[in-house]
Structures are given as structure tokens and as C-alpha cells.
């Protein structure tokens, strides 16, 4: 699950945005698929995110305004199971404020490198000991890998 906000400036920031729902919807856009963050997004990458659902909630003024088309809101194109949300009270001070939340496979890579990790170290028989003491056994951390491995699998091939 991963979520982002838009948009996210400091406090004494906000008197001097001037966003409309359409940019919003861009930059939340752009955050998901390349997986970034409002400060750090990368305009010129493309698409590397697959997701499962998604649920986009809008908060503030003028919610009339928010494109239900898919020609014009990028959300919409994002996943085929969606739910929409809106809320007229402002949060955080801001006019306008965008909440994506999406199940995608946003987290395998880094999921990907602790179970390399892991495996390293149970090769080794790194804190092993810890764990039998308490029960456990070698095919539980053999399962527990497995797992692992199978929420990769089927997050990067089957969404």
C-alpha cells in the first residue's frame, strides 16, 4: 500500500499556491507510476509501477471542478478497480488537496533486497539461534522466504 499527498508545501507556503484539481491529479499521477515524491519528481520517466486498486480521495473547494473522464483525469488510467472519495472540508490549510492511496508493487524492489539480505544471513546463521530458541525451525524460515518470493511473483506478473 502506498500513499501520497498533494500537494505537500510548508506552512508559510500555502498563501502563494494557486493549484487547480487537474495539476493535482498530475503530479499525484507522476508520484505513483515513478515512484517519487512531490519534491523529488522526475517528469521525464515513464510508467514502472503496476497496480492492483487504487482510492483517490479529494479534499476542499470547488470538488464540481474534478474531471470524471478518464481523457482528462491521468488517475483514472491508473487501475481498472478505483473508488473515488470527496470531502468539501479543507485539510491542512490547503484549498485543495489530493490522497492517493494504491496497491501496487511499489515495494517488491525493497522487499526483493531484505529477502536477499535475509538470506545472507541466515546462511550464515546470523541471530538464528535467537529464533530456535524460541520454536522455530528451518522450514519456517524456509516458508517465510517463500512467502516472500510468491508476493513479489505475483505482484510484478499477475496485476
Known amino acids: 500500500m502506498r500513499i501520497v499527498s498533494t500537494p505537500e508545501v510548508p506552512e508559510q507556503h500555502i498563501a502563494f499556491t494557486n493549484d487547480n484539481w487537474l495539476s493535482l491529479m498530475k503530479r499525484a499521477y507522476q508520484m505513483i507510476t515513478t515512484k517519487s515524491n512531490e519534491s523529488k519528481i522526475d517528469w521525464s520517466q515513464k510508467n514502472s509501477v503496476k497496480i492492483q486498486s487504487m482510492m483517490s480521495i479529494y479534499r476542499g473547494k470547488n470538488l464540481e ?28 490549510k490547503y484549498e485543495k488537496h489530493l490522497t492517493v492511496l494504491s496497491n501496487s508493487n511499489f515495494l517488491c524492489d525493497d522487499l526483493k533486497s531484505t529477502l536477499n539480505k535475509s538470506y545472507d544471513m541466515y546462511e550464515f546463521r546470523a541471530f538464528v539461534h535467537q529464533y530456535e530458541k524460541y520454536g522455530m525451525e528451518k522450514s519456517d524460515f524456509i516458508d517465510a522466504f517463500a512467502y516472500c518470493e510468491q508476493i513479489c511473483f505475483d505482484y510484478n506478473n499477475c496485476i
Do not use: H
Not at 65 to 91: H, T
Open 65 to 92: 471542478d474534478i474531471p470524471a473522464l478518464e481523457a482528462e483525469n491521468p488517475l483514472l488510467k491508473l487501475s481498472n478497480i478505483q473508488e473515488q472519495r470527496y470531502d468539501k472540508n479543507e485539510i491542512c
